[in-house]
């Protein structure tokens, strides 16, 4: 039932994401190689999340009043280039400068994916592309993990020289980014239609929808703050508390993306039998013991499974999430929605990744995961509080339903 376009998008986003997950799993190994401490390599990724949240309300202005094609050819080039600056520089500021860039470049694609599923597909499909999106990036995490993380490890064996094995194989990353270009080019996408073509926080909207607005940002602000604690360090977590080398971190970063991808295809299935609000809220709450046995477990085994599982249940809400702001936003906000979940969550990201490293630098990190797990809990029950009257039952217990006036539900 996918539109040729959503498939297209699917495929583009698969290669992104290549370069992102290992990114997301080397670089920091890459830094520390290089002797940067945990509070150094934070600042780096706080400027990342700096970027992406200066740019996500800007580029959903923009995106709802110019056509997405020539966007999302123009963010897959400059984003390379900016990654490929992050691979080859070696000082602190400019490490900062370019993931900032960097940042700012990947936010047009994350914004726009939002708004572009809704207006290539039906309510139909709807739920199952979100879901299926997600899967496609997480597939792409689980090739990155496993293929990178072996890669390292054998160009080591070969040159004798750790560094000169990340370098190379990020280097690779950015071209399998770059090959999103083709799918992209062939995407047929029209103008903006009118409901679409004037999103502006003007203050007769901030009086009519604020309310709104803060309700769908405050459990993401929270969420992103405990994530942003620990999340983007557990690759060094893997490293330095278990003395795990690169391709076993990348095994275990394969396995946990096996795990979300099974989660992430279950949601469609969940969401039916619980509905959005509770699937949600349900499966971030199961995550916390597993949160809870990596900070204070040392058994690799106990660690790696809790590791998987916590994956699973946490990122399965993810996709569930956007289609649920998605389906209670007016159509001609959608873009706008999706662009202050990206500022709450990255905003929220960026300053907690910069504390998170320090944290960890100075106190460990169990100290560290527990802040976050206090955040995880605090964000779910919020989010059970603001939304749990938004969906009701079907008249024959089946299925969760949500009424057509927005403003009957928030």
Known sequence: MF???ARLYLVGS???SVNFAVFQLLFNLYLREYGFSEGDIGLVNSGRALGLTLMALPAAMLLTRIRLKPVLLASCVVFALFSLGLTVCL???FLIGFALLAGMAFA???????PFYMRNSTRAERTHLFSFSFAMMILASMGGSAGSGNLVAWINAMTGDPVIGYRYTLCIAIVVGLLSFVPFAMIKASAPSSEETRISLNLDRLKRRGRFYLKITAASFLLGSGAGLIIPFLNLYFRDRLNLSPDWIGWCFFAVSCSMFVGTLSGPLLTKRFGLVRTIVFTQLASIPFMLILSYSYLLWLVVVAFIIRGGLMNLSIPINTNFCMEVSEKNEQGQVNALLMISGTGSRMIAVAIGGYLIEAYGYTVTLNVAVTLYI???LTYYFLFRRVERRSKDATS????????SRL
């Open 91 to 93: 000082d602190l500021l």
């Open 108 to 114: 047009f694609f994350r914004v726009a994916s939002g």
């Open 400 to 407: 969760w339903l949500m009424p057509e006036r927005e403003e």
């Open 3 to 5: 539109s040729r376009n």
């Open 378 to 380: 605090i964000s779910s």
């Open 14 to 16: 698969f290669l992104m």
